[in-house]
């Protein structure tokens, strides 16, 4: 056997870059999973908020049960609502999505908490 393979490598100064952003690529991803974590546990519990469909956010209509989102910006891009009874129009909502929602939806008033 001859010596081992690794001892055969000849470092460049290439070989070190792509060590360095390797290494920079991890501890960056490791550093912002810790920073965001906190910011996802204070978007709202799924169900926990009746919203008025006119002036919620993304992140508020996301909290509706079955509602992601492409969904909310659909629901966005659909505005202003007289009657909850319109989000039939939405591809995506029939009339009996649009029932399971009303518990959760409102086009008046503020957003609320529901617990």
């Known amino acids: 056997m001859g010596s ?3 001892k055969q ?5 290439a070989m070190g870059v792509a060590v360095a952003v390797l290494v ?4 960056g991803k490791w550093l912002l999973q810790d920073a965001t ?11 926990s908020l009746r919203v008025n469909l006119n002036t919620a956010t993304l992140t508020e209509l996301e909290s509706i049960p079955g509602i992601g989102q492409s ?3 659909l629901i966005v891009s659909h505005r202003p609502y007289i009657s ?10 029939g009339e009996s999505s649009v029932e399971a ?6 086009t008046e008033g503020e957003t609320e908490k529901l617990r």
């Open 9 to 13: 490598i000849r470092l460049t100064p």
């Open 37 to 47: 974590a906190p910011a996802a546990s204070t978007s709202p519990a799924e169900g």
């Open 24 to 27: 920079a690529g991890f501890a």
């Open 71 to 73: 969904l909310a910006k």
């Open 101 to 106: 929602l009303r518990p959760f939806v409102k």
């Open 84 to 93: 909850v009874d319109q989000l039939v129009a939405i591809r995506g909502l």
């Open 4 to 6: 081992a393979w690794w």
